[in-house]
T-cell receptor, first 115, second 113 residues
Framework: DSGVTQTPKHLITATGQRVTLRCSPR?????VYWYQQSLDQGLQFLIQ???????AKGNILERFSAQQFPDLHSELNLSSLELGDSALYFC??????????????FGPGTRLTVL | AQTVTQSQPEMSVQEAETVTLSCTYD???????LFWYKQPPSRQMILVIR??????QNATENRFSVNFQKAAKSFSLKISDSQLGDAAMYFC??????????FGAGTRLTVKP
């Protein structure tokens, strides 16, 4: 158990809908990262938040957005869902002492199925 | 752009034997971190080992060790005394200065009893 929690574990929805994935980082970790793992694209970094502020952006679609709240939990919002958005979405967290040296610990993931 | 290549989609090893998983990467940065993550059937991503590029000494974690060749941009993972529980997908990853992680396509390791 990495200490990172994600809810829900599974989510099934229809095209065009909007969903919210939730992540709680390990105690003491200030950074949260979101990743998408799909069969055709592999593991892709989406976005990083550090102490409430966006720090780094990867291959995140405009239909997707994220935020980190004062209690440091994070939410990933996916809207106008398409079949291709079906994937496993991971959240990871790290202490992030200011450099890029910190190890990221992954949550169990949320499996999203878009029908 | 940094890319990570794992040239072995699948590998198999006999229980108690040693196996090496290959990884190469492309970067123009001088300081960076490399990681191996394991993803068992549960799909959880588990950190196996990490290597700081400025350290010449290869990282070791119990039965897991790396062979880091900075000039060749190679970062292979050696698993000694393989166990049935080592069966999983293994991902090599590079952490950029922008704090995002670039992952390879993965190597599926099978351990035969």
């Amino acid at each position: 158990d990495s200490g990172v929690t994600q809810t829900p574990k599974h989510l099934i929805t229809a095209t065009g809908q909007r969903v919210t994935l939730r992540c709680s980082p390990r105690s003491g970790d200030l950074s949260v990262y979101w990743y998408q793992q799909s069969l055709d694209q592999g593991l892709q970094f989406l976005i990083q938040y550090y102490n409430g502020e966006e720090r780094a952006k990867g291959n995140i679609l405009e239909r997707f957005s994220a935020q980190q709240f004062p209690d440091l939990h994070s939410e990933l919002n996916l809207s106008s869902l398409e079949l291709g958005d079906s994937a496993l979405y991971f959240c990871a967290s790290s202490v992030d002492s200011g450099g890029f040296t910190d190890t990221q610990y992954f949550g169990p993931g949320t499996r999203l199925t878009v029908l | 752009a940094q890319t990570v290549t794992q040239s072995q989609p699948e590998m198999s090893v006999q229980e108690a034997e040693t196996v090496t998983l290959s990884c190469t990467y492309d970067t123009s940065e001088s300081d960076y971190y490399l990681f191996w993550y394991k993803q068992p059937p549960s799909r959880q991503m588990i950190l196996v080992i990490r290597q700081e590029a400025y350290k010449q000494q290869n990282a070791t974690e119990n039965r897991f060790s790396v062979n880091f060749q900075k000039a060749a941009k190679s970062f292979s993972l050696k698993i000694s005394d393989s166990q049935l529980g080592d069966a999983a997908m293994y991902f090599c990853a590079y952490r950029t200065l922008n704090n995002d992680m670039r992952f390879g396509a993965g190597t599926r390791l099978t351990v035969k009893p």
